[in-house]
């Protein structure tokens, strides 16, 4: 194993730790009970400096942590698409770096995406027949889910031309 | 922001049982034909067997109860709101109807039947974590996925990683902690105005966050390799997984416990 992919693997880790440590600092409590947290910027700054790939590994690693350290399952595809999938969709930040915001922008939908579709089926498991299972897992996710994504957009944006600086 | 003081990371319950002290790999699979079992059973026999099995678990491995009920605290108001909704919107023949609202016979039992679904998978899952450390789980996932190794999947340095970062997420929850302070005494204010200001007073904690981030993963690297670390082929475990015939009878009996209650379960009652 060489150098440049220890490095990886350890900061991958660390990244992935961060991520976690700030999901437990909440930034901001949303009226209806939601909190923000910065917990994708880690993430996003890991994807941007080492790739998609290596993007994946730390979200998926991150993903399963918080199932592990206190995450619920309601169903077996949840358990996937809420967690590893979800962290891990955040890599695709990757795959578009100029310019910035659409690559983060991509990423953020990404994930997004997958927890709208795990309420989906949710729901679906859960939830009367008739019920409009996309526009309530979309309003349920999207109340909390997009302000944190927003905001760590931003946030990449004020860091990344800092850290740039520091290598 | 309140801090966190005297947090403890994960829910596990470290106690002398026969649960704690299965293969964490039993017990993750074990656990998998648990919450099979328990979304494919629909009628109060179904639900009886598993609620027993469950209380044996349980009691097997000397949990506080109040542990085990707090694991649904997260999802209350999903539970709460998906029984909600089936007790008043299930068509069927009224029980009670008041103005608009019509409560029936199927909607009581819709009720019940997704509410009890819902906090017996949560507790189940629940008691995986409760018994089992996350380095144990970290471990017991890497060697279930290691067959998968072939296909490229890199089974090894994700549980590395997952090791790792539960090391670490201690350790930066308290670097964090000692920036926000440092910055405080500087007179930044993290507490006040809307999200946008509150970020934008938070860079100055996030950027020395992601210095020491990048420096402390470049000494843990030079300290790896300087030990010699080439990846996952041929590398010994302080503590070796070992799995004793009371695992494989553990796992067979939950397996034969999930087949017969998905059989039985609407054989000799239905609603």
């Known amino acids: ?167 | 922001m309140k801090f966190l003081n005297n947090m403890t990371l994960g829910q596990y319950v470290p106690v002398d049982s026969p649960v704690h002290a299965m293969d964490p790999r039993c017990k993750i699979l074990a656990t998998l034909f648990c919450l099979i079992g328990v979304f494919m059973v629909r009628e109060p026999l179904g639900f009886a067997l598993w609620c027993i099995f469950f209380a044996a678990v349980v009691s097997a491995a000397k949990i506080p109860v109040r542990l085990v009920l707090s694991t649904i605290r997260p999802v209350w108001i999903l539970v709460a709101f998906t029984s909600v909704i089936h007790l008043f919107f299930t068509q069927g023949t009224p029980v009670f109807a008041w103005g608009m609202i019509r409560i029936t016979h199927e909607g009581i039992i819709m009720a019940v039947r997704m509410g009890l679904r819902l906090m017996l998978l949560v507790m189940f899952a629940g008691m995986l974590t409760l018994t089992t450390s996350p380095t144990e789980l970290a471990d017991g996932l890497e060697s279930l996925f290691s067959p998968f190794k072939r296909f490229g999947f890199p089974a090894h340095e994700m549980a590395m990683m997952m090791t790792i970062a539960l090391r670490f997420i201690p350790t930066l929850l308290n670097e964090t902690d000692r920036i926000m302070k440092a910055q405080i005494a500087r007179g930044a204010e993290l507490e006040r105005g809307g999200p946008l200001r509150r970020l934008r007073a938070f860079v100055p904690v996030l950027v020395p966050l992601f210095v020491i981030v990048f420096q402390r993963a470049d000494d843990l690297a030079t300290a790896m390799e300087a030990r010699n670390y080439t990846g996952g082929e041929g590398r010994t475990r302080m503590n070796p997984l070992e799995w004793s015939p009371r695992d494989s009878a553990a796992l067979i009996f939950s397996l034969l416990f999930a087949i017969a209650a998905i059989a039985l379960d609407g054989r000799f009652f239905t609603l």
Request: aromatic residues 12%.
């Open chain 1, 1 to 167: 194993m060489e150098n440049r992919k220890v490095r990886i693997l350890v900061e991958g880790a660390l990244a992935a730790a961060l991520a976690l440590a700030l999901s437990y600092l909440r930034l901001w409590r949303m009226p209806q009970g939601g909190s923000i947290t910065l917990e994708n910027v880690p993430l996003f700054l890991f994807t941007l400096r080492w790739g998609l790939k290596a993007g994946l590994g730390a979200g998926s690693v991150a993903g399963l942590l918080q199932l592990i350290l206190g995450g619920y399952v309601v169903h077996p595809a949840q358990a996937l698409l809420d967690y590893p999938m979800a962290f891990a969709a955040l890599s695709l930040a990757a795959v578009c770096r100029r310019p910035l915001w659409a690559g983060l922008l991509i990423g953020a939908s990404a994930r997004f995406a997958c927890h709208v579709l795990s309420g989906v089926v949710f729901f679906a498991a859960y939830a009367p027949e008739g019920t409009n299972v996309w526009a309530y897992s979309a309003i349920y996710n999207g109340s909390f889910m997009l302000p944190s994504l927003v905001l760590s957009i931003i946030a990449i944006y004020i860091i990344w031309p800092r850290l740039e600086k520091v290598g």
